[in-house]
């Protein structure tokens, strides 16, 4: 066989260095680390994911073994998992991988043996995993709520006619309330149409049986100063922060949500003016005594929050009229230096 010409070991050359490069576009595009491993799991290749993930510097991480960033415990599991990519194709298993750090990161590994090498995707887990432990904690919280509703149902065994009428909605406010979408997904509250219909539940009750019922209108002073300062990043942490503090500040038995953007809405049962006033105050008293990042560079130096109150009455005795009362009773505490409640 006579030897390659010259110019052939050229176009041969320059059709592998395409190749590679093209491998090399495509590592790069994918959203997850990728990385390519030699028959004996020594890296060849990484993508800039793959070098986030593991923490090492690429000098450092090709002189390195994939065994070398796997967890003991896995070894064994991730030595089986490879000569099986080598007999029969890909395969998908879980480990833990280990960053320069010695954090262990929990790990979905899809992997396949071609032309001599191993090509490993990996898929960091750990958000998943956070994300179903909120889920999770998002469930208890939603049957501790039904408990105590159960509870106040059984208080009004007296009154029968209404508590026959009360167990109904609770029995409906339980179906509705397992449902994920009446849920605020970054704050973890109730969001803005489960407020508006426990709202018209509640003012319909007031039309037949006489009892105190106000609303609360809280909204963040000078947010967006905060999220501009701060990115969006921290404005989420201090509205969830926020959040937490308002329900601290209500009873068990009120309803706290989501209104919209940086404001909250709470309906207080049960509560009239004075009542309204107490709460309303305990909510600017806890955002304003908690110390928040940066808060300092607020235009007040502090970040607070105002509070508007209304509270249902023959001239205040629709949806509606609690909702425009409270918002401008809002609008009063904005205009009157903010960090203040007004009614």
Avoid at 111 to 131: A, C, H, N, T, V
Avoid at 228 to 257: E, M, P, S, W, Y
Avoid at 272 to 284: H, Q
């Amino acid at each position: 066989m006579p030897s390659p010409s010259l110019k052939e070991i050229r176009q041969r050359v320059e059709a592998l260095e395409g190749e590679l490069s093209l491998l090399r576009s495509f590592s790069e595009m994918l959203q997850d680390p990728f990385l390519i491993l030699d028959p004996q799991g020594t890296f060849l290749r990484t993508n800039p994911r793959g070098e986030a993930l593991l923490g090492y510097p690429w000098e450092e991480l090709r002189q390195m073994v994939f065994q070398d960033v796997v967890d003991l415990e896995d070894l064994s599991t991730v030595r089986d998992q490879f000569e099986a990519m080598k007999a029969s194709g890909e395969v998908r298993f879980k480990t833990r991988v280990v960053d320069q750090r010695g954090e262990r990161i929990p790990a979905e590994v899809t992997g396949s043996f071609q032309e001599g090498r191993f090509l490993i995707l990996l898929k960091d887990l750990r958000e998943s995993i956070q994300y179903e432990m909120a889920r999770q904690k998002r469930e208890k919280e939603l049957g501790e709520k039904v408990r105590e509703r159960d509870q106040y149902a059984r208080e009004l065994q007296a009154m029968r006619d209404l508590y026959r009428e009360k167990l109904k909605e609770i029995e409906a406010m339980r179906e509705e309330a397992v449902l994920l979408s009446h849920i605020d997904d970054l704050t973890g509250l109730y969001n803005h149409r489960f407020l508006i219909q426990q709202l018209t539940l509640e003012v319909d009750r007031q039309k037949r049986y006489a009892a105190p019922l106000s609303v609360l209108m809280i909204d963040i002073d000078h947010f967006k100063h905060y999220n501009d300062t701060n990115g969006h990043l921290a404005g989420d942490q201090a509205l969830k922060a926020t959040a937490i503090l308002i329900q601290r500040a209500v009873r068990q038995t009120d309803i706290v949500a989501r209104y919209g953007g940086e404001e909250f809405a709470a309906i207080l049962i049960n509560a009239g003016k004075v009542m309204a006033r107490e709460i309303g105050e305990r909510v600017r008293r806890n955002v304003a005594e908690t110390r928040f990042p940066n808060e300092h560079l607020q235009p007040s130096g502090n970040l607070t929050v105002s509070v508007g109150a209304a509270t249902y009455s023959s001239s205040i005795s629709t949806l509606t009229d609690l909702l425009r009362e409270a918002d401008n009773a809002l609008y009063r505490a904005k205009r009157g230096g903010r960090n203040r409640l007004e009614e």
